[in-house]
């Protein structure tokens, strides 16, 4: 099963398919932002999160094999067009693996066929994947 990238507005989003015990996907992105030492908390994020989903605001979560692998904030400051991407966590045993610009590629294929033109990486990872592959500006 490849890597999906799906955009949810709520903790307890029925992403796991298999028999879910309540607040498993919530618990496994705390836990997901707990071991990635480049982030804060997974409390921190996830109330952080939870704030904008009350504003509209996603959180993107990657799914391989029916788990959490990947998540980042994709948030609208309400003033422009630009959604900012940051809170970019992979999972441990995927690090290295590129699937970070994977993830971030198919978020970015993503809103842009909500009709987004603008990114504002705030993370300097993101910041360095949307260099690499020229995803700051969508090719008109």
């Known amino acids: 099963m490849p890597l999906e990238a ?8 029925p992403l796991i398919k298999k028999p879910a015990r309540d607040n498993e996907l919530s618990e496994r992105l705390h836990a997901l932002y707990d071991s990635d030492d480049t982030q ?11 704030q904008g ?6 959180l993107y979560v990657g799914m391989f094999n029916d ?3 990947a998540a980042v904030a994709c948030f609208d400051d309400g003033q422009t067009n630009a959604k900012r991407l940051q809170y970019l966590t992979v999972h441990s045993q995927n690090k290295g693996r ?3 610009a994977k993830f971030i590629k198919l978020v970015y294929d993503a809103e842009v ?8 990486p705030v993370d300097t990872d993101i910041h360095r994947i949307m260099s690499e592959y020229e995803l700051l500006r969508v090719k008109e």
């Open 98 to 100: 590129a699937i970070d």
């Open 113 to 120: 066929k909500k009709g987004v033109r603008e990114f504002v």
């Open 6 to 13: 799906i955009a949810i507005n709520s903790l307890d989003a």
């Open 53 to 58: 989903f009350k504003r509209g605001q996603y």
């Open 40 to 50: 804060p908390s997974g409390l921190e994020v996830l109330n952080i999160v939870a």
């Open 67 to 69: 788990k959490p692998i």
